[in-house]
């Protein structure tokens, strides 16, 4: 395709201004790229969930498994990569759920919010993390 690596192709696929962002057989290099790396976090939170602790609970109910997007519209924008947050890291965390902010909060709000549940109290991290993800904690 004329790029360096999966990274180059990545940032290309995902731009509207390249040409690669219409053809189809770029396109389907980095979907394929994708549907592996998913199917590998399946199958980690299949373990999890599997995993008995002694007291009866699984191992995903003493997790948070955070999974987040590298790039966005063919750059690393950090107010507008997808998340994926799973377990409820002891009841902390409000599961079953899918949110969206227009607010388009960046990746320090999620870190915040994950200190948070985690009964951490740090007064920001990063350039956005000075406020929580609304709705994310229980």
Do not use: M
């Not at 592996?36 to 008995?52: S, W």
């Not at 994926?84 to 388009?104: E, H, K, M, P, Y």
Request: hydrophobic share 40%; aromatic share 6%; with cysteine.
């Amino acid at each position: 395709f004329g790029t360096t690596d999966i990274h180059d192709l990545t940032h290309k696929v995902n731009d509207p201004r390249d040409r690669l962002a219409s053809d189809a057989n770029a396109r389907e290099v980095i979907r394929q790229q994708h549907l592996r790396t998913t199917e590998v976090l399946a199958r980690l939170l299949d373990r999890l969930a599997e995993t008995v602790e002694p007291d009866g609970s699984t191992l995903i109910d003493h997790t948070l498994v955070v999974f987040v997007s590298q790039i966005a519209d063919g750059s690393h924008p950090l107010r507008q990569l997808p998340w994926f947050v799973a377990g409820d890291c002891q009841g902390a965390i409000r599961t079953g759920r899918w949110l969206s902010s227009s607010a388009r909060r960046g990746h320090g709000a999620l870190y915040r919010t994950v200190a948070r549940a985690l009964d951490l109290d740090v007064g920001g991290f990063g350039a956005d993390g000075t406020g929580l993800i609304d709705g994310l904690l229980a």
